[in-house]
């Protein structure tokens, strides 16, 4: 990954609101880009691969997942290895509008609800 690249031409797509912070993410050509300030003054930035939201709408279109869900069903391991891949995907797909946080949780993990096609 080449980062002059990924950094090239964003366009901001919207905002995600964690738990304990704001997520703004940005669209480049082949990478989202999820940044959050940190407490120090400076931010946090992680990538989401550009086909990430369509994976998850064609898997959970009108459901309520959360990230394990995510890990456990989604068929592209690749795309969510991690735990905080998995995170930044719902903020992408939350800044999108194909997604929405919800107050609920199911133990400890958040809970989101992918929007129907």
Request: charged share 30%; no cysteine.
């Amino acid at each position: 990954m080449r980062i002059p690249d990924m950094l090239m031409n964003l366009e901001f797509v919207g905002r995600a609101e964690g738990d304990r912070r704001t997520y703004y993410v940005f669209k480049g050509r082949t990478r989202y880009l999820v940044v959050s300030g940190h407490n120090r003054g400076g931010f946090n930035l992680n990538t989401v691969a550009v086909e990430t939201p369509d994976v998850i709408l064609r898997r959970f279109a009108g459901e309520r997942i959360t990230t394990k869900m995510l890990a456990q069903s989604s068929r592209r391991p690749d795309l969510f290895r991690q735990g905080f891949d998995r995170l930044n995907s719902m903020y992408v797909m939350v800044a999108l509008g194909k997604a929405k946080k919800l107050k609920q949780r199911e133990g400890k993990a958040m809970v989101f609800r992918v929007a129907a096609h």
